[in-house]
């Protein structure tokens, strides 16, 4: 499920993460790809222990868990219930098996 929260992070945030993004260090991003990706990965990323990196990631966590609406959502996906049941080739609801287990008939 995709969902659309506007506004987590305000102007000057934004504005803030604009600011260091831009004097961030960036790095090929075929450094993290295997032998066969990285044949056609063509980006850049900051390193996880990058200061930059990690001060705003952890600003655009702290929003997000100040959202209601994304905690919500986050708390269903972590909590519903998956495969806690057999879902047998019978069971007419093969479909939602499939779609939470992985694959039709999944037992726990």
């Known amino acids: 499920m995709l969902l659309i929260i506007p506004e987590i992070l ?3 945030q934004v504005a803030l993460c604009r600011e260091r993004l831009d004097q961030a260090d ?4 075929r450094i993290t790809a295997g032998p066969q990706s990285a044949q056609v990965k063509a980006n850049e990323q900051l390193p996880d222990t990058d200061p930059a990196a990690r001060a705003l990631g ?3 966590l702290r929003a997000l868990e100040r959202s209601t609406q994304f905690m919500s959502a986050a708390l269903r996906a972590m909590s ?5 049941t057999d879902m047998g080739p019978a069971c007419p609801s093969a479909l939602t098996s499939t779609m939470l287990c ?3 008939g999944h037992r726990a």
């Not at 960036?26 to 991003?29: E, F, N, P, R, V």
């Not at 519903?80 to 806690?84: E, V, Y």
């Open 80 to 84: 519903f219930p998956r495969c806690s």
């Open 58 to 60: 952890d600003l655009v």
């Open 102 to 104: 992985g694959s039709a």
């Open 26 to 29: 960036w790095q090929d991003g």
């Open 10 to 12: 305000d102007q000057d």
